[in-house]
Every structure is written in structure tokens, then in C-alpha cells.
């Protein structure tokens, strides 16, 4: 069957990976599966500075609310920057730099100060103690890295919006935290441009946001913002006033050390929240072996701090492994498709961590444009975010790689922490564009709902059957929503287990290929989008009588959003293009414009159960132009699907 060709890692250039070989890599499995927490234990004890050693590993006692090491103590953010400060306190932390092209470079030391300040900041003058929520809606600039550590530093917990979120959407997670303070930025620099971000800010704060105290606002791009007295105050102001000593928090291992939202199928986005020891310890491992980072490596990965890629893979991880990372605040083909490997050129990156999105985009508009630069600094290619197909695959390993690079298709989510699965560079034989196999120590299975293997060629639940550190703890504020959502609907051995929401195929190697969500979740350019959210915000648009949303598949994005709409007024007025219009503007309001729909159709009805569930599956199936499989009879109006099929037939 898979008779498809294996690329296997270059030797010389891996010799010294902490895992180079297939042999170590099913000998550090065989040891977590001998003795799974002496396993954990190892390496906690080898990777994290504790301010108190841990005695327990791991308490299954409140399953699934699950623990690890709880009664050790550490500082997430002494683990990141100050335990450094002997041996790298000149090396280059953090290197900025901005859309056109300015520079900034942080050491470990002038870190340590920067974040220091802003921890005493936070405190004296903002009065965040230990277990505040603080939310950070910032630009790609160092101070969003520096605010988290800070945060982390007095044990504060940081929420990090998204810049691309509007008002509404940032105010229902500023009132779901209840923070207490607001970072955020006048705005930052997009393609040559100036774009605000302080005014969306006020728009959130207008109602609701009583928790709210303060607004620290750091100027970034220096346009006219409104000040509000008493509330707003300008960072590099106050700043100023503080020194640059600061005590770390001593925190246990399962204080929670941030909050991400992400989608899920209801409306209401979830607080993922993320505790101390666990995450930084995976974060920090899986810097080391999925993107064996050595002493003098310069570290690049493109996301934006908002997501949970950028969390582990900017901040906390490679600078809990002492690394220098890159931060990039403009797009990748802005000035021209070469601005990412011109970059890799000028810092001699190498490794490199994008979405398939970017790759698929950068290969259409400059296939050539890698040949120009001198790349040969590259070591790891990595892609996350969304299954990537080999096209793309091939020409990032090919043109950007030179052959030579070791690629790393990592699956992993916002609840994971860290990656999950993924190629090893200098052990896995890698298939393209397959994520391939658990890393040592987690225990990803594909599996069916009571637990037995799904054999090889078929779909099945994407499960991880253990509690492994770096897991969400739990959904903030909402216990059973956690529990419901992630251990409701596989078990193994009759005891519930991790679902990702995600179905996978193996292959007869036991390869793991990711095949995409089960639920209602899209994934549009590598951000992770409900439906139901979607739905929610199309429905406030004044002639819509019911919608349903599906995600079709898209050369770039991966798939775009598709929107049914159900009008209340079918008077033959309503045009679809414009319609279009007026809900792109709903969703820019309630959502942002990461979630523009890029089509619609006026259909008579959706189809629907005779208890009321819209059938979403013949949805996606009739968008993509697939034959109609399913059992149509059970719907209320049979006649409907044909309806909708000769719709979309005469819209091509
Ligand atoms: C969902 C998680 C992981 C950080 C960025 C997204 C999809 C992620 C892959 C991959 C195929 C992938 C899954 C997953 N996904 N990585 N390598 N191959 N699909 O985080 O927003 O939490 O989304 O992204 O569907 O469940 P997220």
C-alpha cells in the first residue's frame, strides 16, 4: 500500500541530536511505557531550575483534572530568563524585527530588566498579584513577550488576545477572565501601514468590562489615540520609575500560568488554561528534540503571540532552552514573497516553523524567490497548524530546504501545550506530509470510541490515552465543560480519555496521518474558527432567518468558510453579494476579520432532522460537489438537499 517514498534525516547534520537515531527514539518510548512517571520524573528533575523539589509525579485522584508535580515550586519565568543570566547573559534572547525593517535586539540580560521593570510595574503601580488575570491585546513586538514573562514573574495569569479580534470579541474574554488590567498597544506597523489596536480597546472597555482598572498602552507606532483619564496610562512612562530588580513569585506547579481562548462547537469560546511546571517542561523539551536547538542556533517561528503557537514556540519554549528567537511583527510577502528567506539570509535561521497557509501562499507567488537567498543555515523546516498537502511539502523541502533539511509536520492544539506528533529530525524516516509518530512519552493512539485500535487504512479517533504534563488543566471558569468536552466520548479500559476532536488513519509503519476535525471546528489558514461562533454573529444581521456554516476546501487557506443563509425576506431583492457585504461587516464586529466568510447562498431551507439538527455533513459534502451518501429520508423535507445541490450548480 504505502509504497510512498521515505526521506530519511542527513546524518552528518544530525549527529548530535538529542534523538538521533529510530533505536534511542523507541528506547526513551519503551522507558515511559516501563515506567511512565519515572519517565516524567527524569526529566523534570533535568530540565526545570525547582525552587522546591517535586515528591509527587503524577495524582490521578480527580480524574481527568489531573496533576503533575504539585507539590514542587518554580518560577516559569526564572526557568525562561534568569537562570540564564550565568552562562548567556550577552547572548541575544530575543531579535525584533519590525515591518519596515527596523531592528531590535534584547540580550538575556537587558530581558531579564525589561521584564522585571514591567513585573514591578504590574504590581506597584497596577496592583496585580499572584492568581490576577491580566489580558494582553498586542502587537508582534517584544513588549508582548516581555508582558507575559512579567506576568509570569509575579505569578500573574495572562490572557493574550489576538490582535485580529474585534471589540466584541476581545470584551467577551476580558468578562469571562475578569481581568484586571489591559496591555495593549496605540497600534502597530501591516505592509507600510500604520493599524490601531488602542481603539479597539476602548470599544470593548465601553460596557461590561467593569473588572477592568487599568489600560497600560505601549507606544509602538506612534499615532493619535484617546487617553482616558484615570484609566490609561503610556508603559514607557511609568516604566521609568521602576527598578529593575524583582523578586520571581514562588509558584506550585499547578497554579495556572495563562489562559488561551480557542473555538470549540458551541458559541462560547473556551479558556484553555495551562498550569506551571508541565507546560514549561514540555515547551522546553520539545524545543530540544523536535527542533534540536543547539547553543548557537537562531530560532524562527512566524506565528503571532495571540495563539498558542506562538506562546510556546516564541516564548516559553525557546527561551526556557536558553535560544535565541526571532519575532517578527509584518506578513511574509510583505515587501515581496522573499522577505521570509531573506530574513533567514540575514540571521542565519536555523530553524524555521511556519503554517502550510504561508507555504502554499510563498510557493504561488515566488516559487523561485528561496533560490535568490543563501538558506544554507537551515537545519529544520517545521509546519503546524493544519494538515499540509505534499505539493506544498514537497517545495518547501525541496526549494527552501535544498533537499537537505529535515522536515517536521508537528500536530499538536491549544490544549496540548506542545506538539504531540511529530518527525524527530534526526531519527524519523518522514513521510511527506504526515505527522507521523507520537513523541517519546506521549501516548497519542488512534483509536475507536470503547478504545480498540482503529486498524490500519481507516479513520479513527485521534485520542491521547495517558495525562502527559503539559495537558490543559481545564476550561477557566467552566469545570464540566472540560470534562464533557475532552473525556466524553472515547475510553480506553473503560476509564475516559483524551479526544483532540480530530480523526487520524495509520499506516502499516504506525504512522499517524491527521484526516481533520470530527466536529464543528474550521480551520481557516491554520486558526481554528466554530461554527456555531460564526453562526451566532451571521444571525445579527437583520434579514437572516437561519444560517449554517461549513468549511470548503481552499488552494490557500486551506478551506474558507461557506455560508448557507436561510433569508427572512425572499423577495428577490436581496442580492448575494451584497448580502455577502453586510455580514462580513456582523462578523468583522462580533468576531473579526479572521473569520470573514468568502461565499453564500440563498437557499429555501436547510436540511434538517425531524427533531430540528441541521445536517452539516450533507452540507460539506454539497459544497464540495461530492455525491450525497448519506440517509436523506430521515430529513424533514427530503426534496431540500436536490433544492440546494441545483443552488450551488448554477452559482458554479
Ligand atoms: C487543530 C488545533 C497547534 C497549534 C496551532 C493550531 C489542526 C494542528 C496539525 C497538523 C494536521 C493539524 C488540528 C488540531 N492541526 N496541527 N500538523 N496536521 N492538522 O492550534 O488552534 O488549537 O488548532 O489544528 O485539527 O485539532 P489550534
Known amino acids: 500500500m504505502s509504497q510512498e517514498k521515505l526521506y530519511y534525516p542527513d546524518k552528518e547534520l544530525f549527529k548530535d541530536a538529542a534523538i538521533n537515531s529510530m533505536e534511542r527514539y523507541h528506547a526513551l518510548m519503551q522507558e515511559a511505557r516501563e515506567?511512565?512517571?519515572?519517565?516524567?520524573?527524569?526529566?523534570?528533575?533535568?530540565?526545570?531550575?525547582?525552587?522546591?523539589?517535586?515528591?509527587?509525579?503524577?495524582?490521578?485522584?480527580?480524574?481527568?483534572?489531573y496533576k503533575w508535580f504539585e507539590d514542587g515550586e518554580l518560577n516559569v519565568a526564572y526557568q525562561c530568563v534568569d537562570r540564564h543570566l550565568a552562562t548567556r547573559k550577552n547572548k541575544a534572547?530575543?531579535?525584533?524585527?519590525?515591518?519596515?525593517?527596523?531592528?531590535?535586539?534584547?540580550?538575556?540580560?537587558?530581558?531579564a530588566y525589561e521584564v522585571n521593570k514591567t513585573a514591578n510595574l504590574f504590581k506597584n503601580r497596577f496592583g496585580v498579584k499572584k492568581g490576577d488575570?491580566?489580558?494582553?491585546?498586542?502587537?508582534?513586538?517584544?513588549?508582548?513577550?516581555?508582558?507575559?514573562?512579567?506576568?509570569?514573574?509575579?505569578?500573574?495569569?495572562?490572557?493574550?488576545?489576538?490582535?485580529?479580534?474585534?471589540?466584541d470579541a476581545l470584551r467577551d474574554r476580558i468578562v469571562d477572565a475578569q481581568a484586571k488590567l489591559v496591555v495593549t498597544a496605540d497600534g502597530a506597523f501591516r505592509k507600510g501601514k500604520p493599524y490601531m489596536l488602542k481603539p479597539v480597546v476602548d470599544k470593548a472597555l465601553e460596557e461590561g468590562c467593569e473588572c477592568v482598572e487599568a489600560v497600560c498602552i505601549v507606544e509602538r507606532n506612534g499615532e493619535d489615540i484617546r487617553w482616558v483619564e484615570g484609566r490609561d496610562y503610556a508603559y514607557y512612562e511609568l516604566l521609568k520609575e521602576q527598578s529593575h530588580r524583582c523578586e520571581c513569585e514562588t509558584m506550585g506547579a499547578e497554579d495556572p500560568l495563562f489562559l488561551l481562548y480557542t473555538s470549540g462547537s458551541t458559541g462560547k469560546p473556551k479558556g484553555v488554561q495551562h498550569s506551571q511546571a508541565g507546560y514549561i517542561l514540555w515547551a522546553q523539551m520539545t524545543m530540544e528534540w523536535v527542533f534540536d536547538i543547539k547553543e548557537n542556533d537562531t530560532f524562527w517561528c512566524t506565528?503571532?503571540?495571540?495563539?498558542?503557537?506562538?506562546?510556546?514556540?516564541?516564548?516559553?519554549g525557546p527561551l526556557a532552552a536558553g535560544a535565541t528567537t526571532v519575532m517578527f511583527e509584518g506578513v511574509p510577502t510583505y515587501p515581496d514573497a522573499g522577505r521570509c528567506w531573506r530574513m533567514v539570509e540575514e540571521y542565519q535561521i536555523n530553524q524555521f516553523y511556519t503554517a502550510p497557509t504561508a507555504i502554499r501562499m510563498l510557493h504561488k507567488l515566488g516559487a523561485d524567490e528561496p533560490e535568490k537567498y543563501d538558506l544554507s543555515s537551515l537545519r529544520i523546516l517545521g509546519t503546524v497548524g493544519e494538515p499540509i498537502d505534499p505539493a506544498a511539502w514537497q517545495w518547501y523541502h525541496e526549494k527552501v530546504g535544498g533537499g537537505r533539511c529535515s522536515v517536521v509536520d508537528t500536530y499538536w492544539q491549544t490544549e496540548t501545550g506542545g506538539h504531540m506528533i511529530s518527525p524527530l529530525p534526526?531519527?524519523?524516516?518522514?513521510?511527506?506530509?504526515?505527522?507521523?509518530?507520537?513523541?517519546?512519552?506521549?501516548?497519542?493512539?488512534?483509536?475507536?470510541?470503547?478504545?480498540?485500535p482503529t486498524p490500519v487504512g481507516e479513520k479513527g479517533f485521534m485520542c491521547i490515552t495517558k495525562p502527559w504534563p503539559s495537558m490543559i488543566r481545564t476550561i477557566w471558569g467552566d469545570p464540566d465543560r472540560f470534562v464533557k468536552s475532552y473525556f466524553g466520548d472515547c475510553k480506553k479500559d473503560g476509564k475516559p480519555v483524551y479526544f483532540t476532536g480530530d480523526g487520524a488513519m495509520t499506516d502499516e509503519l504506525?504512522?499517524?496521518?491527521?484526516?481533520?476535525?470530527?466536529?464543528?471546528?474550521?480551520?481557516?489558514?491554520?486558526?481554528?474558527?466554530?461554527?456555531?461562533?460564526?453562526?451566532s454573529a451571521i444571525k445579527k444581521h437583520p434579514n437572516v432567518a437561519a444560517v449554517a456554516v461549513v468549511g470548503k476546501p481552499h488552494d490557500i487557506k486551506g478551506e474558507s468558510i461557506f455560508a448557507y443563509v436561510v433569508l427572512k425576506e425572499d423577495n428577490g431583492v436581496a442580492d448575494e453579494v451584497e448580502t455577502l457585504k453586510e455580514i462580513n461587516e456582523v462578523i468583522k464586529k462580533e468576531i473579526g476579520a479572521i473569520a470573514l466568510c468568502d461565499d453564500i447562498a440563498f437557499v429555501p431551507d436547510?436540511?434538517?432532522?425531524?427533531?430540528?439538527?441541521?445536517?452539516?455533513?450533507?452540507?460539506?459534502?454539497?459544497?464540495?460537489?461530492?455525491a450525497i451518501t448519506q440517509d436523506t429520508s430521515t430529513l424533514e423535507d427530503p426534496g431540500v438537499v436536490e433544492k440546494i445541490a441545483e443552488i450551488l450548480k448554477c452559482k458554479g
Not at 506565528?303 to 516559553?316: L, M, N, P, Q, S
Not at 481554528?528 to 453562526?535: D, K, V, Y
Open 93 to 111: 534572547a530575543i531579535i525584533f524585527e519590525g515591518d519596515n525593517g527596523d531592528q531590535r535586539v534584547l540580550t538575556y540580560r537587558e530581558l
Open 510 to 535: 504506525g504512522y499517524i496521518t491527521i484526516t481533520g476535525r470530527t466536529d464543528d471546528v474550521i480551520n481557516v489558514s491554520g486558526h481554528r474558527l466554530g461554527t456555531a461562533e460564526i453562526e
Open 35 to 65: 515506567d511512565y512517571e519515572g519517565f516524567w520524573a527524569r526529566f523534570a528533575k533535568e530540565k526545570i531550575d525547582w525552587f522546591k523539589p517535586f515528591t509527587k509525579v503524577l495524582n490521578e485522584e480527580n480524574a481527568p483534572f
Open 133 to 167: 488575570r491580566v489580558v494582553l491585546y498586542m502587537p508582534m513586538i517584544p513588549e508582548a513577550a516581555i508582558a507575559m514573562l512579567a506576568c509570569a514573574k509575579i505569578g500573574a495569569i495572562h490572557s493574550v488576545v489576538f490582535g485580529g479580534f474585534s471589540a
Open 426 to 452: 534526526g531519527a524519523t524516516p518522514v513521510k511527506p506530509a504526515c505527522a507521523t509518530l507520537p513523541l517519546p512519552g506521549i501516548m497519542a493512539e488512534v483509536i475507536e470510541e470503547d478504545g480498540t
Open 606 to 626: 436547510l436540511p434538517k432532522t425531524r427533531s430540528g439538527k441541521v445536517m452539516r455533513r450533507i452540507l460539506r459534502s454539497l459544497v464540495k460537489g461530492e
Open 303 to 316: 506565528a503571532d503571540v495571540g495563539w498558542i503557537t506562538g506562546h510556546t514556540y516564541i516564548v516559553y
